[in-house]
């Protein structure tokens, strides 16, 4: 009796690894587009943005407009984003989850949209282009 258990345990964790194994091979290499990223935003503000190969991405920029701006329109405040990202070809969508680090703390939600262009090894937002980290 005691080898007929013995034997099962021992098929259940070869099963187990194989399996873990399989799902580690079929996962493929990394999208082109996963890694560090950054930017000068549109207000001049500084923006990171890392995006890693488990379908999730944190970042954060120095002057967020979203959090608020002083009299002439320049931001006041950093904000700090993550959340999960799918991809379609190179069109990369962001759910996002953005936190202002303002005395309110504000939190936002959302979606954006950005095109990687591996010709240029760019990202591309509307006007914004994202380039990678130099630190990649």
Request: net charge negative; proline share 6%.
């Amino acid at each position: 009796m005691k080898r007929g258990v013995l034997f099962t345990l021992v098929a259940g964790l070869a099963f187990a690894l194989c399996l873990a194994t399989m799902s580690d091979a079929h996962a493929g290499p990394n999208p082109p587009f996963t890694g560090r990223w950054e930017t000068i935003d549109l207000d001049g503000s500084h923006a990171q943005l890392v995006i890693q190969p488990n379908h999730k991405y944190v970042g954060h920029d120095d002057g967020c407009r979203l959090c608020g701006v002083d009299s002439a329109g320049n931001p006041l405040y950093r904000c700090r984003v993550k959340g999960s990202w799918a991809a379609e070809g190179n069109t990369i969508t962001f759910d996002l989850q953005l936190w202002c680090l303002n005395p309110e703390r504000t939190h936002v939600e959302g979606t954006e949209v950005r095109e990687y262009d591996p010709a240029t090894e760019t990202l591309v937002e509307g006007d914004l282009i994202w380039e990678r980290n130099p630190g990649n």
